[in-house]
């Protein structure tokens, strides 16, 4: 399950909340509150006792379903997730959700909360699709890839179906987005902060360093920075401090003890650097990484209340910090409200370089919905992040009823605002895709982009590379002339466009030889809406060269330097189909392409002792012939191996012919 925390009990309605956050009120204004659409919601069943929730079939809010895990039982949920995630998308009673009018279904395929079952999943998409419905949120996953469930969700989206699902809670890590999450045509929401006074953010200075820094649960907003001198305290235990003066200082510490078993809580160690007058405490990991700590927990001290503002940094920055103190190093940190801020533990891409994930973001952080029980909580994970553009989906088939979903995904992911870190820098797309979610500037716009983010190839020999956006106007209007900029942090790109009626052409170039990723956004703006698409740059040091005749695809290698050996994997896009050959410096290799559409082409290149990547994209437009000895497109062998089993084969034949002749 995609769930970090819980916390019930009877409190006030919040959930307007985060609906207000990312514009849904605005659709209610509008009279747009669901009606007519039906939400497909895989996961531990609903409720639908719930007064909020109320009624199972025709009459009732959830009108269908089934339960995998017990087949002769309605798919009623006895964990609460599912009933979770149902309240954000249609609550209708004490508690309000994105479209309260929305009917339901609810496919059952957990019921503890902690293990599902992917057959289950494949067979709730498959079922979804008989019930008709136009939305499905799947928030819960496998946390690897899953071809079978990528499968049923593209299969279902060529139906017309949009597919809404969590990014998973494994971050703040990257390459931590398994399936459904990693599924290019399902939109991938990964979890922001909320519009609440608990979603802080810190800031920590050391001279001009800026560190990345998260403030741990329970502390408190500061009215203006806390600047002192930096003192290391070891582990934060009594005797750690006892010869140290920390009065009026900002305390380093590490996470835990160096004594085998002993543990010491977060909360044990603020009380004693608040006890002896320190003004802050900064806490290091003590593994890779940053974390999410909590001063207010189950680890807490008995009678216990923050006094100081406490922060986690990383361990690498940690051991960096301390090797650098001396007498006279100050520092500077602050805790402040800010809801646009990616979660800690939201999972982050990439996951391929062929498109971005995840798509976007929505609020993840202590979401207030209902729950078992006729009650409501707070709760985390990106699990409740999903939800929110779920019910924006509904809410823009509902205004567009004609529209498929990679148009309904357009609209929601170039709509977003900005995510930012504590500094106000833009979160890397593989943590925040195009942004949060923003149901407000959706219904506003008048156009759709496609494709709506754009992954250039730029490599040493080939330092340019020009995309095209195609482009639609909803009301069937003319299509405006665009203003068009990129923004990007990267000084050495350049950037240059043309517009064509409906056609945008993108050119970025890359003038430095470095072999980076690189992120931007192209924003296009008409008379009402201004537009984001998130843009990534690959600069290589090889170059794939990719030649098409007569369904035939030519591929070769250039690259500065020595190199022995590079394997081609052929891709058709958005699928798990693949067929691999290979290329050296002194032969070329090719591969039949016998289904026209859009391919992608990865080369891993081998170099010395490394291996470098190199990529490509290609629209095939003319197929081969296929030939009944065609092994190298059935099974992927390569040319060279097709041909020696094709040598041994008449040789075993022509003895056998000898053999029986004799």
């Known amino acids: 399950m995609f769930l970090s925390e819980s916390n019930e009990q009877k409190i006030p309605n919040n959930l307007q909340k985060s609906i207000e956050l990312v514009g849904g009120k605005a659709a209610i204004l509008d009279g747009l509150e669901g009606q007519g659409v039906k939400v497909g919601i895989i996961d531990t069943g609903i409720d639908y ?39 954000i998308i249609a609550a209708d009673g004490n508690f309000t959700g994105i479209v309260p009018k929305a009917k339901l ?11 599902v079952s992917s057959d289950y999943i494949v067979k709730a998409i498959q079922q979804a699709m008989q019930d008709g419905v136009n939305v499905v949120n799947i928030s819960l996953g496998i946390n690897k890839t899953n071809d079978q469930i990528d499968n049923a969700i593209d ?41 609440l006074t608990s979603s802080l953010v810190a800031t920590f200075e050391v001279g001009k360093k800026q560190y990345q820094v998260l403030p741990m649960v329970g502390v408190q907003d500061l009215s203006s920075p806390i600047e002192g001198k930096i003192v290391y305290g070891g582990y934060g235990r009594l005797q750690d401090l006892q010869n140290l003066d920390v009065r009026g200082a900002i305390l380093l510490e590490e996470r835990g003890s160096d004594v085998k078993g002993q543990k010491v809580y977060f909360s044990e160690k603020e009380k004693n650097a608040a006890d002896l007058g320190a003004k802050a405490l900064v806490v290091f990991n003590n593994d890779t990484g940053i974390f999410f700590g909590e001063l207010i927990g189950p680890n807490k001290t008995a009678g216990y209340t923050p006094r ?28 402040f409200y800010h809801p646009d801020f990616i979660a800690p533990f939201s999972s982050q891409g990439p996951v391929s370089p062929f498109y971005i994930k ?9 979401v207030n919905s209902t729950t078992l029980g006729g009650k409501y909580n707070l709760t985390s994970g990106t699990s409740f992040a999903a939800p929110h553009v779920a019910g924006a989906a509904a809410i823009i088939l509902q205004k567009y009823p004609g529209l498929s979903p990679s148009d309904v ?56 590379q020009t995309k095209t956006l195609h482009l639609r106007t909803l009301d069937g209007s003319i299509m405006p002339h ?33 072999e980076e990723n690189y992120d931007g956004f192209l924003i296009l703006k008409d008379s009402k809406t201004s537009y984001r698409i998130p843009v990534v740059i690959h600069m290589t040091k090889g170059t794939l060269l990719v030649d098409q005749n007569n369904g035939t695809l030519h591929f070769s290698i250039d690259y500065p330097g020595n190199w022995s050996y590079a394997k081609i994997s052929l891709i058709k896009a958005g699928t798990d189909e693949i067929i691999s050959t290979s290329v050296t410096p002194q032969e070329t290799s090719s591969l039949p392409v016998y289904e026209k559409g859009q391919y992608w082409i990865l080369a891993q290149i081998k170099s010395s002792n490394e291996t470098d990547e190199a990529y490509q994209t290609i629209l095939v437009n003319e197929v081969a012939q296929k030939s009944i000895f065609d092994l190298q497109s059935i099974i992927g062998i390569p040319a060279k191996q097709v041909a020696i089993i094709s040598g041994i084969i008449m040789i075993t034949v022509t003895i056998g012919l000898v053999s029986r002749r004799k």
């Open 308 to 335: 100081i503002p406490v922060i986690s940094l990383s361990q690498e920055d940690g051991i960096a910090l301390k090797s650098i103190l001396t007498s006279d190093t100050t520092g500077s940190l602050n805790t």
């Open 155 to 195: 299969r279902a989206v060529k139906k017309g179906i949009v597919i809404v699902v969590a990014a998973g809670n494994n971050g703040p890590q990257e390459n931590t987005i398994g399936s459904p999450g990693k599924d290019i045509n399902a939109i991938t929401v990964g979890a922001s902060y909320n519009n």
């Open 358 to 366: 995840p798509d976007l973001v929505a609020p993840g952080v202590f």
């Open 409 to 464: 995904a357009s609209l929601l992911v170039t709509t977003t605002d900005p995510v930012t870190d504590a500094y106000g820098n833009l979160f890397p797309i593989s943590a925040a895709g195009s942004g949060r979610l923003n149901i407000t500037r959706a219904l506003e716009s008048n156009l759709i982009i496609s494709p709506h983010s754009l992954v250039f190839y730029l490599s040493f020999d080939n330092q340019s």
């Open 482 to 514: 665009l203003k068009v900029n990129f923004a990007s942090n990267e000084t050495n790109l350049g950037f240059d466009y043309s517009q064509s009626n409906d056609t945008l052409n993108v050119k970025i170039s890359d003038t430095v030889k470095s």
């Open 105 to 115: 279904f609810s496919y059952k395929v957990s019921s503890t909360g902690e293990a």
């Open 49 to 87: 006792n719930h007064p909020d929730l109320l009624g199972y079939g025709p009459s009732g809010k959830v009108i269908g379903g089934y339960d995998y895990v017990n087949p002769n039982e309605k798919p009623l949920d006895t964990n609460g997730h599912g009933t979770e995630v149902a309240g």
